[in-house]
């Protein structure tokens, strides 16, 4: 009777620990099981939880620990896994914002770069590293703005600089991209006739090339609107790509289109 007891309350213990599974669809929004592309496990502990996220095939994503579920408050150590199930980067988090180091791996698992974060900004010294742990660049920042920075060979002679990351844009920048979309966008009629108005807000990815793709409305107004906002984001011009030690890079992207009656 004493085991059945103790078994029961260990039972119990565990059940009192254990969080239900959330689903994920691939724009990481909650979803049914059924369309899921990853769900979430959460254990509880004694200050928070430990949420380990995984793909449909039950591979590892990520892991990390949160101070609350709801609302969600990442605070501690946050790992993300490659496809192979090796730890690609880890992050430290503090009520949602980096702080503290955030370190890269390679493939073979040996230190990429390590950046340094107080309250979501880069500060200090960001370093790199060439495959075989020789330095490959140092680039300085104070308060999140970049101050200065040098590269080096994989022999340790200093080479001409460029920067690490470059974020891409539409050419001529913000100012330009919003005159495009104010010359070029379409309201349609039958909207203006029925007064519907509002923001669509799109999400797409460019190429190395600088071309558009995979458009894809994030928060719909009207299934005209909507239309009319995609259609203006397929006639822009290529974008400047993004890059990553200085080669172009496939990067997503996000913009509202506004559509406002006079």
């Not at 793709?213 to 299934?223: D, F, G, R, Y």
Request: hydrophobic letters at 30%; a positive charge; proline letters at 4%.
């Amino acid at each position: 009777m004493i085991k059945n007891i103790a078994l029961l309350i260990c039972m119990i213990t565990s059940c009192a620990y254990s969080q239900e599974v959330i689903y994920f669809n691939k724009s990481w929004k909650l979803t049914t099981k059924d369309s899921a592309a990853f769900y979430r496990e959460c254990k509880k502990e004694e200050k928070g939880y430990t949420c380990t996220f995984y793909n449909v095939k039950g591979q590892k994503h990520s892991m990390g620990h949160y101070r609350n579920l709801e609302p969600e408050v990442i605070d501690g150590d946050f790992i993300y896994y490659n496809n192979k199930g090796k730890v690609s980067s880890k992050t430290h988090y503090v009520n949602n914002t980096r702080n503290g180091y955030d370190i890269t791996y390679s493939k073979n698992q040996k230190i990429y770069c390590i950046r340094k974060y107080a309250d979501g900004k880069l500060v200090d010294t960001v370093t790199s590293f060439y495959p075989n742990g020789i330095l490959k660049r140092y680039d300085f920042y104070k308060q999140g703005k970049f101050v200065s920075g040098k590269m080096f060979d994989k022999k340790g002679g200093e080479i001409s600089y460029y920067p690490m990351e470059e974020a891409g844009g539409f050419v001529g920048g913000n100012a330009a991209m919003a005159k495009f979309i104010q010359t070029n966008l379409i309201y349609p009629e039958e909207a203006r006739n029925k007064g519907i108005e509002g923001k669509v807000y799109l999400k797409f990815m460019i190429d190395k090339k600088g071309r558009i793709k995979k458009i894809k409305v994030e928060k719909s107004v009207h299934p005209l609107l909507d239309k009319a906002a995609v259609e203006v984001l397929k006639k822009m011009p290529p974008w400047n790509p993004a890059k990553a030690e200085g080669k172009p890079w496939n990067c997503y992207y996000a913009i509202p289109i506004s559509f406002k009656l006079n």
